[in-house]
Nanobody, 125 residues
Framework: QVQLAESGGGSVQAGGSLRLSCDTT????????MGWFRQAPGKEREGVAA????????VYADFVQDRFTISRSSAKSTLYLQMNSLKPEDTAMYFC??????????????????WGQGTQVTVSS
């Protein structure tokens, strides 16, 4: 079973940037389709972005609006989320997730098998 650990969260002002990282252990990184989710207090967990096992095919939620970039390094077994032009509404706990299947609705958290513990992102106005 793959294990995930996020890092890189923090507090920034609106318009700032953060890069989240997710280290994977326990199984070959390239075997997994991976995604980033976020959850704000009182709200459901929502998909932010996902990336195919090959590291090239990516998808994003509409609210990302070209501000975020998901990427992965198989050599480092790490998933990244570069977040630019952050807004207060981006404030949430951010989670990385992994699944063996590359098909299926990536926005549905229940389709992912493994999760990290989350890293908090707080954006002030």
């Amino acid at each position: 079973q793959v294990q995930l650990a996020e890092s890189g969260g923090g507090s920034v002002q609106a318009g700032g940037s953060l890069r989240l990282s997710c280290d994977t252990t326990g199984y070959p990184h390239s075997h997994y389709y991976m995604g980033w989710f976020r959850q704000a207090p009182g709200k459901e967990r929502e998909g932010v972005a996902a990336i195919h096992n090959d590291g090239y095919m990516t998808v994003y939620a509409d609210f990302v609006q070209d501000r975020f970039t998901i990427s992965r390094s198989s050599a480092k077994s790490t998933l990244y989320l570069q977040m630019n032009s952050l807004k207060p509404e981006d404030t949430a706990m951010y989670f990385c997730a992994a699944r063996r299947e590359a098909t299926g609705d990536w926005t549905r958290p229940e389709t992912f098998d493994a999760w990290g513990q989350g890293t908090q992102v707080t954006v002030s106005s």
